[in-house]
């Protein structure tokens, strides 16, 4: 059964970093596309960055040279790191494949920034 498991999220101010995980069990992820997505209040669903198996990687506009996305293909974990975040940011965070699978939504884990 494959799950994908977010933490990391929480309170921080504009200008702070968090640092987000996802667990990755139950599959072979080392040879899937994955990606992180958010979901802001009264918004859709969308991808913030993506990373293939050749550690290749993109990012939506909004957080080139702030966020970084990261892969370790041994441990079965995908990461997010997030630098200088502003009020805008603020969204539940959810990893999953890219293009996403309907079945491997998790909770995800809640990222506020404050002003």
């Known amino acids: 059964q494959v799950q994908l498991v977010e933490s990391g999220g929480g309170l921080v101010q504009a200008g702070g970093s968090l640092r987000l995980s996802c667990a990755c069990s139950?599959?072979?992820?080392?040879?899937?596309?994955m990606g992180w997505f958010r979901r802001a209040p009264g918004k859709e669903r969308d991808l913030v960055a993506a990373?293939?198996?050749?550690?290749?990687?993109n990012y939506t506009d909004s957080v080139k040279g702030r966020f970084t996305i990261a892969r370790d293909s041994a441990q079965n974990m995908l990461y997010l790191q997030m630098n200088t975040l502003k009020p805008e940011d603020t969204a539940v965070y959810y990893c999953?494949?890219?293009?996403?699978?309907?079945?491997?939504w998790g909770q995800g884990t809640q990222v506020t920034v404050s002003s």
């Open positions: 999953n494949t890219w293009p996403p699978l309907r079945e491997y």
């Open positions: 139950g599959g072979t992820f080392s040879v899937y596309h």
């Open positions: 990373i293939g198996g050749a550690y290749n990687t």
